[in-house]
């Protein structure tokens, strides 16, 4: 079974950064995309960012231009930069991962158990 950690979350006033990685226990080159979430108490979890093993990326529109999505295929690891962070960026986030298998294409699903981030002054 593939474990997904995530770590780099903490507390960071407005206008502050914060770099996210979520950690595979495999290489990460198996999985057809990773994502991040993100769910703020009360909220749905939202999809925060994608991307693909061709490293195609997509935004939600609410952190475009402020956050960056990567992956190091090598270190097994996805990072999430965080720049000209805001309150209403507050919430746990949550590493995702999809991996399509064999003629069926049949999708498994990896989640981390999330890492959370506080934006406050």
């Known amino acids: 079974q593939v474990q997904l950690v995530e770590s780099g979350g903490g507390l960071v006033q407005p206008g502050g950064s914060l770099r996210l990685s979520c950690t595979a226990s495999?290489?990460?080159?198996?999985?057809?995309?990773m994502d991040w979430y993100r769910q703020a108490p009360g909220q749905e979890r939202q999809l925060v960012a994608t991307?693909?093993?061709?490293?195609?990326?997509n935004y939600a529109d609410s952190v475009k231009g402020r956050f960056i999505i990567s992956r190091d295929n090598a270190k097994s690891t996805m990072s999430l930069q965080m720049d000209s962070l805001k309150p209403e960026d507050t919430a746990v986030y949550y590493c995702?991962?999809?991996?399509?298998?064999?003629?069926?294409?049949?999708?498994?699903?990896?989640w981390g158990q999330g890492t959370p981030v506080t934006v406050s002054s």
């Open positions: 495999r290489n990460i080159g198996s999985f057809d995309d």
């Open positions: 991307i693909t093993s061709g490293t195609r990326t």
């Open positions: 995702h991962a999809v991996e399509i298998l064999g003629y069926f294409r049949r999708r498994i699903d990896y």
